[in-house]
């Protein structure tokens, strides 16, 4: 994908999670071939950063040589989400890794998903409360849920207002029945509806029941993120550690130096969150508090509490060329109001598009034309309140506190 700094490389969510040596291999590589910066996104991937159309097929040899994209350049890669605490003891019903192995299997048998849009999108969900990932769009879902004979995946289809569940499937099958699923939507879908909540409900319910499922009814668990820094479990046990890059950004030396922390504190590998964090299992709270410690001074967040997390802020200008402002600088400036303000989330977006978030924010900043439009409880697309300048941003802050 072509930005404003060049092209985007992303690399797929790593069965088991990074391990250390893969993540000093991603930041070598992110030096040598892009400019060194790399996103966390939405999706839980990793991206790099200003890739060169020179540069891009040196890069990609370099990720098959270290296990990092698929050897096969023609393999069926589409997103595919797992649960960040998978692994961590956060009570999950099944191994999600094996799940995402096995669908990863079935993908490789079907090449006809190569015509699968380029967003489309899978989740595992390893049946856990804490991270649940049922807030987190996909258009299929593949999640652990407990009966009379033990744990089983019950399937949920994207639409317009929730998931639409189905099931439950048998663990062993579960893979092939999203293969399947994927397969009918490419077969039912007109040219213009690339997303599963694109099809009307009738079609939904023609697929589930051409894979042989049924309605199922799910309760909506919370969608509370995991926090950050260490983590327990329901009975104090420290089972994981959490940090964030602010607004989904790192460098290359950035990864380094937590790849050396994680390696310090024994953390075997860390899984990518789609709230822009990192999170990996910890022996002990001593391991923990020095990996911690190490991503603190690193520069990653590793407090709940810190501002930024509250704000959503696409890379911005210059780095898109959609952008015309710098976002990060806007959200960097309002961070420092937003307790006073009142406000429990906000989005700064570079344009109207709104590919940080798309859900509403109590206030959103859009870029327009090197100014920012405002928005209050919206999205980045709906009617600004008032149109500021950049250097009235200070002053906004002050007469909104004072108004």
Not at 92 to 112: C, F, I, K, W, Y
Not at 193 to 198: A, C, E, I, L, P
Not at 346 to 364: E, F, I, P, Y
Request: contains cysteine.
């Amino acid at each position: 994908m072509e930005t404003g700094d060049g092209l985007l490389l992303r690399l797929p969510a790593r069965v088991g999670g990074f391990r250390a040596d893969d993540m000093a291999a991603i930041a070598d590589i992110a030096e040598r071939y892009g400019n060194g910066l790399i996103d966390l996104t939405r999706r839980a991937n990793i991206q790099l950063r200003g890739v060169t159309a020179e540069s891009l097929e040196h890069a990609q040899r370099d990720l098959r040589d270290a296990g990092l994209i698929p050897a096969d350049a023609s393999a069926v890669t589409p997103s595919i989400m797992v649960g960040p605490l998978t692994g961590c003891g956060a009570g999950d019903l099944l191994d999600a890794d094996t799940l995402h192995e096995r669908l990863l299997v079935a993908l490789s048998g079907a090449p006809e998903l190569h015509a699968l849009p380029a967003k489309f999108s899978f989740n595992i969900d390893g049946g856990g409360e804490v991270a649940a990932l049922d807030g987190e769009r996909a258009d299929i879902h593949l999640r652990a849920v407990v009966g009379t004979s033990g744990a089983s995946v019950a399937v949920g289809l994207d639409t317009p207002g929730a998931i639409a569940w189905f099931g439950p499937a048998e663990i062993e099958a579960a893979p092939a029945v999203a293969v399947a699923l994927a397969a009918g939507f490419l077969a039912r879908r007109q040219p213009d509806q690339r997303r599963m909540r694109d099809l009307p409900a009738t079609s939904i319910a023609k697929l589930a029941d051409a894979c042989g499922l049924t309605p199922l009814v799910l309760p909506l668990r919370s969608n509370s993120r995991p926090q950050l820094g260490m983590m327990s479990d329901g009975r104090g046990r420290v089972i994981a550690a959490g940090v964030a890059a602010p607004f989904g950004r790192l460098s290359a030396a950035m990864l380094r130096r937590l790849a050396s922390c994680a390696t310090e504190a024994g953390v075997a590998s860390l899984r990518v969150s789609p709230w822009r964090s990192l999170f990996g299992k910890v022996a002990d709270p001593a391991a923990g508090a020095r990996f911690v410690a190490g991503a603190t001074e690193t520069g990653f967040i590793c407090d709940g509490n810190d501002p930024l997390l509250a704000i959503d802020a696409c890379p911005g200008a210059p780095q898109c060329s959609s952008a015309t402002v710098d976002t990060h600088a806007v959200a960097r400036a309002v961070a420092d109001h937003m307790a006073v303000l009142g406000l429990r989330s906000c989005h700064v977006s570079g344009c109207v598009k709104g590919c940080a978030r798309s859900a509403a924010a109590d206030l959103t900043l859009v870029g327009n034309a090197g100014a920012l439009s405002v928005v209050s409880a919206g999205t980045a697309r709906d009617m600004p309140i008032t149109v500021i300048h950049l250097d009235e941003l200070p002053a906004f802050c002050q007469r909104t506190v004072h108004a």
